[in-house]
């Protein structure tokens, strides 16, 4: 087995933090890819791995993309992930996220979490008795922060809308037919947003019930799990799980643009040219999907109010044409682009 340091994802992280609480039967990982810009910023994923080597994987791939989130949102804060390992039933005890609370305190302040997939506010709540280094928790109305899920799925709704003019030379949803993977916090927010604007929606889960019930309420269609990232459609929007961009997901692809909430979309780099080889627009998912941390990471620093995060989403739109533009004048995909940028924000460029 190749070491921490050999695997493809690691990246020259600044710390990979393994913690083990046999009390409470906590497994977790920290991984903080970057403080150049502040303390690592990203939320914690509650999830089973069928391997544990394959929760490193994520851990590691998620702090990098927390890393280039947040530099590309304009926050002062570097970049970071906590990953819980669940068992098959995807347990979750008080006992467990009080350990997991001391494993961040134990970090002093370099890693600040939040929630992710898994987890809720009142995890945070029990998280937040035993660390201060916690954001995403219940606010008073008009206040930065709680739920960051809305504010990613208005981000990622401004950013699709971004890619319909674009690619579609369009200022509005109307009539656009969009397939979303994924319809949970942001994927429903989403499509609530875009049935709103007359959007035409086809909805896919892994809950097909919960599939089935939005789109009834919303007047959409639904397909199998299975079969969402292959539907005919304007727009595919994933936002469930990452890494659904692959060699063979993308030949199947009948679309002219890609745009979700879901984070590392990209199963490789080079699944970026595949995009760009059959001239679908992408939204590098680290910038449209940033409108929950910048919500959050602003609670966190006592900065502005529920009117400064939305004037920051608003400038999401902008992010992606500044990405879509450099990749048409220099020929390089939309993805290598935002990684460029991102890099040289963080100081490694």
């Excluded at 990979?16 to 990982?29: G, K």
């Excluded at 539907?231 to 990452?242: I, T």
């Amino acid at each position: 087995m190749p070491s921490l340091w050999d695997l493809p994802d690691f990246d020259a992280h600044e710390g990979v933090h393994f913690f083990s609480d046999p009390a409470s039967d906590l497994r977790a990982i920290i991984a903080i890819h970057s403080t150049h810009l502040g303390p690592a910023a990203g939320g914690t994923r509650l999830w089973h791995y069928a391997e544990a080597g394959d929760a490193v994987t994520d851990a590691l791939r998620l702090s990098r993309g927390m890393s280039f989130k947040n530099a590309m949102a304009g926050l002062p804060v570097g970049g970071g992930k906590g990953v819980i390992l669940a068992d098959a039933a995807r347990t979750k005890t008080p006992a467990m996220l009080a350990a997991f609370g001391r494993a961040i305190e134990s970090l002093g302040g370099r890693y600040v979490t939040a929630e992710d997939v898994g987890m809720g506010e009142a995890d945070l709540v029990a998280i937040g008795r035993e660390t201060r280094h916690v954001s995403g928790l219940p606010v008073g109305e008009g206040r930065a922060g709680g739920d960051p899920g809305p504010s990613t799925a208005m981000g990622v709704f401004l950013g699709v809308k971004a890619a319909i003019r674009q690619a579609l030379g369009k200022d509005s949803a109307q009539g656009v037919h969009v397939a979303i993977q994924g319809v949970g916090s942001v994927g429903g927010g989403l499509a609530r947003l875009l049935a709103g604007e007359g959007a035409r929606l086809t909805l896919a889960d892994v809950d097909r019930a919960r599939a089935e019930r939005l789109a009834a309420e919303l007047g959409g269609a639904t397909v199998d799990a299975a079969e969402i990232l292959s539907a005919e459609a304007d727009v595919v929007s994933p936002c469930a799980l990452g890494a659904v961009l692959t060699a063979e997901s993308i030949a199947a692809l009948r679309t002219p643009i890609v745009a979700g909430g879901a984070n590392n979309q990209l199963a490789t780099p080079e699944d970026g040219d595949r995009l760009h080889a059959r001239n679908i627009l992408y939204a590098p998912d680290y910038v449209i999907n940033a409108g929950g941390i910048i919500n959050v990471t602003l609670e966190y620093l006592g900065q502005g109010d529920r009117a400064e995060v939305e004037a920051r989403l608003r400038q999401i739109p902008g992010r992606l044409e500044t990405i879509w533009a450099e990749s048409a004048a220099s020929g390089d995909t939309a993805a290598r682009v935002a990684d460029r940028m991102a890099m040289a924000l963080i100081g490694r460029g």
